[in-house]
């Protein structure tokens, strides 16, 4: 047996250290029943305007928000300039809400003009496109009320858009944005030409926008913009003046090729669009870090039906329990996407960041109804880790990412 030197021991107890750092936090769970203050709010005067019967809440678990030492205010954030925060009201139109308001960040980064434009006209003509795809695919395409950022760019290419003023969406005394009743008979409609097999595309546009008009109002053929006259196309073009081929949507999934073109599989991406060039999650959160930190903003979307979010906290983490944060990766990432615990659930306007105690933290414009029952309404703190493991894109310009580009085929 040999023997060891007081010196070697305390170089093995060094090691040992060194094989087991400190341990890190642990997060605790806890059971509420979510609150929503504001979306209650919203079902009542919205049940009151159409007569109709509330509906009741379920416990889940949270985890415990009070471990963490989060950003306090909207002000602690380098933030962009961006429209006042808008409800969405009862519909699945965050793709629309967020990719709206970061095109309107855009015209004012680009130009200094502050600019609102309609949601509910972009959702109009995008209803009609689900439709006419239902139709071309016979009932195979998905009809629902998502969609996603990209969808904005199409439809705007396509039917041009207009200042909010001009199309609101809303009836006389409605008070916030409700699809329910309009959705399902359009859909109900949709199934009756399936079982039919009345697959005649210019009676259901007709049908369709015409239940869309009944509840949506009729869009405008043409708008007034300084005493002349023009249509929305025309208005994009010459007065808004983006290039929308300036934007591009990223993700990160390790299953496929990375520096390629890659079709987003999701159900909210209808139509199948492989416009979404895929790079690694490093690459990832480098375009999100540096656009943010050099003038950019973007829309993002991914899962926000988790723990770690809640609205009446307004912060997203994710729980040492989930998965501590070292250990949040490409795998990770990937495993939650394919076993379904990471889904596409919500569109976003990332607005501006902070950085606390060495970490950072992203602020997030939110039109969902959760977001308006914490002390920050509208607005959602979504820490660096929420991002990389649950946001599952972003359309961002090309000009914040040109090494990205650079890669582009």
Not at 75 to 94: E, V
Not at 297 to 326: F, H, K, L, R
Request: charge should be negative; charged fraction near 25%.
């Amino acid at each position: 047996m040999k023997t060891f030197s007081l010196a070697l021991v305390f170089s093995l107890f060094s090691l040992c250290g060194m094989a087991f750092p400190q341990e890190a936090q642990h997060d605790t769970a806890v059971f509420v029943k979510p609150s929503n203050a504001f979306f209650d709010s919203i079902q009542t005067s919205l049940n009151k305007f159409y007569q109709r019967k509330e509906l009741k809440a379920r416990k889940a678990i949270s985890v415990d928000f009070s471990q963490y030492d989060a950003p306090k205010s909207v002000s602690d954030f380098k933030q962009y300039w961006h429209n006042p925060t808008i409800s969405q009201g009862n519909t699945g139109s965050c793709w629309d809400f967020s990719t709206t308001s970061f095109l309107e960040s855009e015209v004012y980064r680009l130009t200094g003009r502050k600019m609102k434009f309609s949601e509910m006209y972009t959702d109009y003509w995008e209803y009609v496109r689900k439709a006419m795809g239902y139709v071309r695919t016979r009932g195979k395409s998905k009809f629902g009320p998502g969609s996603e950022a990209n969808a904005v760019i199409t439809d705007w290419e396509e039917y041009g858009i207009v200042p909010e003023q001009d199309y609101t969406g809303l009836l006389n005394g409605q008070p916030f944005y409700d699809e329910t009743r309009m959705y399902d008979e359009m859909f109900s409609y949709l199934k009756s030409v399936k079982a039919s097999n009345a697959w005649d595309p210019a009676v259901v546009k007709s049908t369709i926008e015409s239940i869309l008009d009944h509840y949506l109002g009729t869009p405008p053929r043409e708008i007034n913009v300084d005493g002349k006259e023009m249509t929305p196309k025309e208005y994009l073009k010459n007065v808004v003046k983006l290039n929308l081929n300036d934007y591009v949507s990223l993700v990160s999934f390790s299953d496929r090729p990375y520096y390629s073109w890659t079709e987003y599989n999701v159900s909210d991406n209808w139509w199948h669009s492989k416009d979404y060039f895929n790079v690694p999650l490093h690459v990832f959160m480098d375009a999100i870090n540096h656009a943010v930190r050099t003038g950019y903003t973007m829309a993002i979307w991914g899962d926000v039906s988790e723990p770690g979010i809640y609205g009446n906290a307004g912060i997203a983490v994710i729980p040492s329990w989930d998965i501590p944060s070292q250990y949040i990766d490409a795998n990770a990432r990937i495993f939650r996407f394919y076993n379904h615990t990471t889904t596409d659930d919500h569109g976003m306007h990332l607005i501006g960041y902070t950085v606390k105690d060495g970490k950072t933290w992203f602020l997030i414009k939110d039109s969902d109804s959760e977001s308006r029952n914490n002390d920050h309404p509208g607005y959602d703190f979504f820490s660096q880790d929420y991002v990389k493991l649950k946001m599952l894109g972003v359309m961002i310009p090309k000009t914040a990412i040109p090494e990205i580009v650079k890669k582009m085929k």
